[in-house]
C-alpha cells in the first residue's frame, strides 16, 4: 500500500514569491491534515480536512496561507508572498475518520531567502 | 502552542541498553500516541494508549500512562543503532471533540554501536 505523498520534498524560494505543496494521502483516508514543523520541534496542526471539507483551520496564517482539498482526495497548500519565518518542513498527515492513528507523508522542506 | 514537554531533550546510549523517555502534559486528554521521526523523514506511529489504559507494549516498546500526573513515559528494551531517531508523544482529544493532536517537542535518541 502506497503512504503519504508529498511534492516537492525540497524547495527554496526568495521571500515574497508564492509557493505551493502538494499531498496525495493513503487511498480512502478521508481525513487529511497539514502541519508545519519548525526546526527541533513538534508537528503544529495548521489545517484538517473531512473529506473536502476544512473543519479546523483555526491555526491557520489566513493572511498568506491558503489549502484547499477540491475533489476530498489529494489537497495542496499555499503561502503567499512566503516570508523568512516561513522556512520550516511542512508535514501533510493522513486518517480514516474516527481512527485516532495518523500516517505521515515525508514532508516538504521550505527554504525562503 | 505545545501541550507536551518530553523529557530529556536528548539522549546518547550504546546498542543494548534501554531508553526511557518521558511525557508530560497539562489538560485532560482521550489518548497519548507516541511517534519516531528519523532524520529527514515524515513521523511513524509507534503506540497509542488510551485514557483508561495505563501499560502497554508493543515488541521492544512498552508505554505507561498516569493520568492523575499527567505523564507518559516510552521505554525502549535493548536498543539498537537502527532507533536512533527523534521521539515525540503527542495527546489525543484534548478538551474532547476529535482526535486532534498536540505535540511536544521531541527527544532526540543516539545509539551508538
Known amino acids: 500500500e502506497a503512504g503519504v505523498v508529498q511534492s516537492p520534498r525540497y524547495k527554496i524560494i526568495e521571500k515574497k514569491q508564492p509557493v505551493a505543496f502538494w499531498c496525495n494521502p493513503i487511498?480512502?483516508?478521508?481525513?487529511l491534515y497539514w502541519y508545519l514543523q519548525n526546526l527541533g520541534q513538534g508537528p503544529e496542526l495548521l489545517i484538517r480536512?473531512?473529506?473536502?471539507?476544512?473543519?479546523?483551520d483555526s491555526q491557520l496564517p489566513k493572511d498568506r496561507f491558503s489549502a484547499e482539498r477540491l475533489k476530498g482526495v489529494d489537497s495542496t497548500l499555499k503561502i503567499q508572498p512566503a516570508e523568512l519565518g516561513d522556512s520550516a518542513v511542512y508535514l501533510c498527515?493522513?486518517?480514516?475518520?474516527?481512527?485516532?492513528?495518523?500516517?505521515f507523508g515525508p514532508g516538504t522542506r521550505l527554504t525562503v531567502l | 502552542s505545545q501541550q507536551g514537554e518530553e523529557d530529556p531533550q536528548a539522549l546518547s546510549i550504546q546498542e543494548g541498553e534501554n531508553a526511557t523517555m518521558n511525557c508530560s502534559y497539562k489538560?485532560?486528554?482521550?489518548?497519548l500516541q507516541w511517534y519516531r521521526q528519523n532524520s529527514g523523514r515524515g513521523l511513524v506511529h509507534l503506540i497509542l494508549?488510551?485514557?483508561?489504559?495505563r501499560e502497554k507494549h508493543s515488541g521492544r516498546l512498552r508505554v505507561t500512562l498516569d493520568t492523575s500526573k499527567k505523564s507518559s513515559s516510552l521505554l525502549i528494551t535493548a536498543s539498537r543503532a537502527a532507533d536512533t531517531a527523534s521521539y515525540f508523544c503527542?495527546?489525543?482529544?484534548?478538551?474532547?471533540?476529535?482526535?486532534?493532536?498536540?505535540f511536544g517537542a521531541g527527544t532526540r535518541l543516539a545509539v551508538h554501536p
Open positions: 498527515a493522513s486518517s480514516l475518520m474516527g481512527i485516532d492513528e495518523q500516517f
Open positions: 487511498s480512502g483516508h478521508n481525513t
Open positions: 480536512y473531512e473529506n473536502e471539507e476544512a473543519v479546523d
Open positions: 489538560t485532560s486528554i482521550n489518548n
Open positions: 494508549i488510551r485514557s483508561n489504559e
Open positions: 503527542a495527546t489525543g482529544g484534548v478538551g474532547g471533540g476529535y482526535n486532534k493532536l498536540i
